[in-house]
């Protein structure tokens, strides 16, 4: 949503930025440069590479932003993905625990089926991804489940806090 897109399930969200950016000269525009995503990183080059990048724009104002909590990214996903996967795909035969819209029973019943054929049909990333959310189910329960889910909202409001100050985010 940066620049005043609008929500990328309206509209194709590239086509939108794409939009959006030829409205506006690129000098005029307000860019963050979130700070935590370059921890980690070779410092020396990805950040330097980068910020060269960002200058290069003439942007009106370039400030660094503090995300604390954008490093933490990947763990959250791992959370509610490992977890949400195999209570999804596994054991509620593609249907979300939760459904937040339609549900195709079709679909899931095909699922089952395929199910009752044998997991070794599925892709090495999908078997690991249920064997690893079946033992996290079994080992805590819908803790990790949960907790994820939490943290994604508060990552989630903590990137939207930054994008509606800023024209364009830089990652």
Known sequence: ??????????????????????????????????????EGCDKDQ??????????????????????PIHNDAVPIWVAIGMSGQFLTMYMNGGLSPLPRGKCDVGASEAYVKSLEDGLMQYSPTNITNIIAGEWMIKEYGPTYYAKGTEL????KNEYERVMDENDLDVL
Do not use: H, W
């Not at 990805?46 to 990048?53: Q, S």
């Not at 994604?152 to 990552?155: A, E, N, S, T, W």
């Open 1 to 38: 949503r940066q620049l005043n897109a609008p929500v990328i399930s309206d509209m194709n969200f590239m086509k939108s930025l794409d939009e959006a950016m030829t409205k506006k000269d690129v000098k005029d525009i307000k860019i963050g440069l979130v700070k935590q995503a370059f």
């Open 46 to 67: 990805t950040e330097e590479n980068v910020r060269k990048a960002v200058d290069s724009l003439n942007a009106k104002k370039v400030i660094e932003v503090d995300i």
């Open 152 to 155: 994604y909202r508060i990552l």
